[in-house]
């Protein structure tokens, strides 16, 4: 898979996801608010994950964090992630689309979608 930079993805961030991230054992809520410089964000790799497959407690917070994005934020989301070829080919991949993504996460190189299936 190419490498993608994740200035297309750096937008997806402000969807208000910093207690989500936090709870994937990423940075801090502050961390997670200021957008890593974009030269230095590389994208290696694409899991898509279906929140039903999340742990319980997990899974609650994405509903929380998701429940305080407007509208605007999610379509934001989705246009970044549609966008991006490989993100949209690492979704259809798994019969999945940009329209159930929720939520993202970037760390350690690693864009994670997160999809609701049902």
Do not use: Y
């Not at 993608?4 to 709870?23: E, N």
């Not at 407007?70 to 991006?84: C, F, P, V, W, Y």
């Amino acid at each position: 898979m190419r490498i993608v930079t994740a200035s297309v993805i750096i937008a997806a961030l402000s969807l208000g996801t910093p207690a989500f991230v936090q709870a994937q054992g990423a940075p801090s809520q502050s961390e997670a608010q200021t957008p890593p410089a974009q030269s230095s964000t590389v994208i290696e790799s694409i899991q898509v994950v279906d929140v039903k497959d999340l742990k319980p407690e997990v899974r609650s917070k994405v509903d929380e964090i998701v429940a305080q994005a407007s509208e605007e934020d999610i379509q934001s989301l989705r246009k970044s992630i549609d966008g991006t070829p490989e993100a949209a080919s690492a979704l259809k991949a798994k019969g999945l689309s940009s329209s159930q993504v929720v939520a993202v996460s970037i760390a350690d190189g690693v864009l994670k979608l997160f999809a609701k299936t049902a």
